[in-house]
Each structure stands twice: as C-alpha cells, then as structure tokens.
C-alpha cells in the first residue's frame, strides 16, 4: 500500500507546474522555453510581415505613394532583420527547446538556467531594435546587411542601438546552440547512439555548430562598424587605409552559414514528416546524416558568391562558383531521399504533410534560382535586382517558414493534448500555397526584367508584376491570421489528441501522453 501512495505521490510531484507570471520569468523547463521562443518568433513573423506590408503597399504602382524614400530603406532593413534574427531563428529554437529533450529521451535541456537567460535576452534585443525607428533620424536604413560604408558613413546614430541588439541576439543564439550541443551529447538515453538519432536533432546538432562558428563573426563586423562610426578607426573607410569590400567579405563569411543555420533545421523536420504520412522509414538515413554534415562544410567556401559583382580575380569567381555548385550535390541527395521515401508509400495528406510536400517542391525551386546565381557571368546580370529577392524568399519562406508550420501542425496535438481545426488547418494551407506564389514568382520576371531591388519607385514597365506581387503579399499576411487562430482554437481546447495522433509517426515523443507532461522523462527510456 505505502509503495502506491508514494508513487501517486511522485506522479502528482512531477506534473507540477509553478503558476503565475513566476512561472513563465523564471522557468527552467525546456517545453515552458519552447512555447516562449515559439510564440516570440510568431509575434515577430506578424511584426516583419507589417513591415513588408509597407513595402508591398508602397510598390503596389509606381511614383512614390505612402511613404518617404528614406523610411521605405528603413522598413527593408528592420523587416530583414525582423524576419531572419526574430521569426525564423527562434522559431527553430522553440522547436530544439521542446523536442530534442522528449526525442532522445532526456529530462530536460542540459543546462536549464542559461536556457532560460538566453530566451529573455531577446525580446530586450527586440525592443532596441524597434525602439530605434523611434530615434531622430530613424532607424537603421542601410539594408539588413549593413554593407560599409552606408552603415559606418551616411548613418544615423540608430546604428548604435542596432549593433547593441545584434550583439544580444549573437549571445542568445551561441548559448542556446551550446545548450543543444551539450544536451546531445551527454543525455541521449541509454541505447541512443549517434546514428540511430532522429534527423530532426542530428541537423540542429550540426546547426549549433555553424551558431558557434559564425556568431563571433558577426559580431566583430558590426563592431568594426561601430568604431568606424564612432571612434575614428578606419577598418571600412579607404580614406584612412581601410577597404569597404573587406566588411563584405566578413559579413558574408558569417552571412552563407547563416543561411543554412536557417534551412538546416527545415530538413530535420521534413524527414521527420514524410515517413510518418508515408508510413515508410526515411530512405538512407545516413546519407541524409552525411549530407547535412557536407552542406555544412561546404557553407563555409561560398561566402563570396555574394560579391561576384565586386571586382574578384577571376581564379576567386571561379573557385566560388564551383564550390557553390558542389552544395546542389548533397542538396540533391535529401531531395532524391525524400521522393524515394515516398515512392510507393501509403501516403494520406494531412496538413503536416500537405506544407512538407509544398517545402519540397518550391524548396527546390529556391534550390535551382541559387544555382542560376552560382553562375559568375550570369550572376552579373541577376546581381542586385528582384530576382535574388525572389530566390532567397522560396528560400527562407516556402522553405523555412513552411517547414515550421509544418512543425507546428505535426507537434501541435502533442503540446496542447489536442486535435486541431484540420478544415480550418487545410485553408491556411491552400491560402498560404497560392498566395506565396503569386507574391514571389512573379519578382523572378521583374528581376530579369531589370527592376533594381530596395527601391521605393520604379519604372511603368514593371507595374503588372509589381501588382500581383503585392496582392499575393497582402493575401499571404492575412492567411497567417488564420493560422494564428487554429492555434489558439487548439491551444483552448478540442479533440482529445492520442498519444500518438498520426499512424506512422516514430520516435520516443510518441511514447509519452498528450499533452506531454511537465517534466517528461523521470527514468530514461531505453532504446532498443
């Protein structure tokens, strides 16, 4: 008898969750992290989209309509910077923070307290950054690149409070990849070695990696940017002896990982998806292992592809454009092993699946618009105009946007312990699908076409497609009101989710309750 009432005793202990605004300050607990970063991240995909909003609004014809040239640059450069350090990067990290403890089977992140800490960082960081709109002469107007010596020169004083935000967000995203590095590498349940990981935490275990490697850079080029500005050094400016295409050269160095820091996690959730909705394992999983590890590698030999248009020697160009070329190879072979995962599958299409299936086919489209880019010659033609605007948002939207709403479609039932709205799921979806389109396809033409990227006005030439692009933009932010609602309607209640909402979803966050307890692991599981 004692035995039972000690054990209804622990398992009363661990459900139990501090209450009140306490709970949320000072948690430890990686699912309470998990859901802040995630909601964050939502706050500010809503925040950014406003901002392209502006944009889209302004160049819905051309002559300037709406606002002022100089706060049209300040909007692309805070929704660019919104968007990549404060909706697609904590997303991913909310993501880490919930699922890499339930999927190798340990109790918590490793090292909870810097957890908490490198969460609350980061809505100060935001605050600064979108304090300094509020500033005399506006906020940071130089793009979300800040290429010297438009940042170091003909700045406003904003670009202090940038680079202080920059600075917070860069000590954020190096303690929490420390955080995911640790927790793989010392909690992995008993049986888990490295090569029966689930895919999802290899490639963030790889991405934490590239955060430590690429973070630092970063930050010493803002900071050489800062003392240019304020200090009288001369590291960006040729008048005193220094080289405004070296701050290329740094900021590209940390700026092509990042864009994988940003796809990476992407292919981890859609390898996760597929073989559930297929009801097949993933074909060759350790090719996709292999292949992430070499995207990684290889992330960091195609900085300059961003500068072809600089004046390189012609062996430089060279060298970039075929190292560019070699990431199609291991690109190619995730892509080859996702349709052969689905070949011959059972497949049923819900929603999780119905946005890992649009990833792949409009991934790839991203995929190909890049390999067009690797081309040097070529490359001088695309260089600055729509149709790069275009390749990296099939890039980072249908790719890595649509890869966390899938995310977030597939986990939702195991976080909130219920089923959502499918119909209502299925119109974000079909709405998300075809209004994305026609917000970027068309910016492929226009680039072609010549119309120069950043600008406020242009050309009646590039009127049509301004037009479907603008709607596709304003039909596109309204879909994600309806995402937000199929959230909060789950969130709120529904359905009661199983244990295991989908037939053939694997893995050891199956094996616990929905919604998934507190503190999910007491004893390890073991892996067979």
Partial sequence: MSTAVEETHQDTHHDHKPSGIGRWLFTTNHKDIGSMYLWLSFTMFLVGGAMAMVIRAELFQPGLQLVEPHFFNQMTTVHGLVMIFGAVMPAFVGLANW????????????LPRMNNWSFWILPFAFIVLLGSLFMEGGGPA????????LSTTYSSDSTALFVFSVHIMGISSIMGAINVIVTIMNMRAPG??????????????????????????????????????????????????????MYQHIFWFFGHPEVYIMILPSFGIISAIIPAFTR?????????????????????????????????????ELFFMYCTMLIAVPTGVKIF?????????????????LFALAFVILFTIGGFSGLMLAITPADFQYHDTYFVVAHFHYVLVTGAVFSIMAAAYYWLPKWTGHMYDSTLAKTH?????????????????????GMPRRIPDYSTQFADLN????????????????FLWVVIKCVKGG?????????????LEWTVPSPAPYHTFEKPPKVE
């Fill in 99 to 110: 699922m890499i403890p339930m999927m190798i089977g340990a109790p918590d992140m490793a």
């Fill in 192 to 245: 888990m070695n490295y090569m029966k990981m689930p895919l999802f935490v290899w490639t963030w275990f790889i991405t934490a990696f590239l955060l430590i490697a690429v973070m630092p850079v970063l930050a010493g080029a803002v900071t050489m940017m800062l003392t240019d500005k304020y200090f009288g050094t001369s590291f960006f400016s040729a008048a005193g002896g220094g080289d405004p295409v």
């Fill in 337 to 353: 092993n996702w349709v052969a995962t689905m070949w011959r599958g059972s497949m049923t299409f819900e929603t999780p699946m």
């Fill in 429 to 449: 979806f079909w709405t998300s699908l075809i209004s994305v389109n026609l917000l970027f396809f068309p910016m492929h033409f226009a680039g072609l076409a």
């Fill in 495 to 507: 359905e009661k989710a199983a244990a295991k909402p989908w037939d053939g979803a694997e893995g």
């Fill in 280 to 316: 097949k394992p993933l074909f060759g999983y350790a090719s996709m292992v292999y292949a992430t590890a070499a995207i990684a590698l290889l992330s960091f030999l195609v900085w300059a592809h961003h500068m072809f248009t600089t004046g390189m020697p012609i062996f430089a």
């Fill in 467 to 482: 037009q479907l692009t603008s709607i596709g933009g304003f039909a596109f932010g309204l879909s994600q009101l309806i």
């Fill in 142 to 149: 130089f793009g979300w690149t800040a290429y010297a010596p």
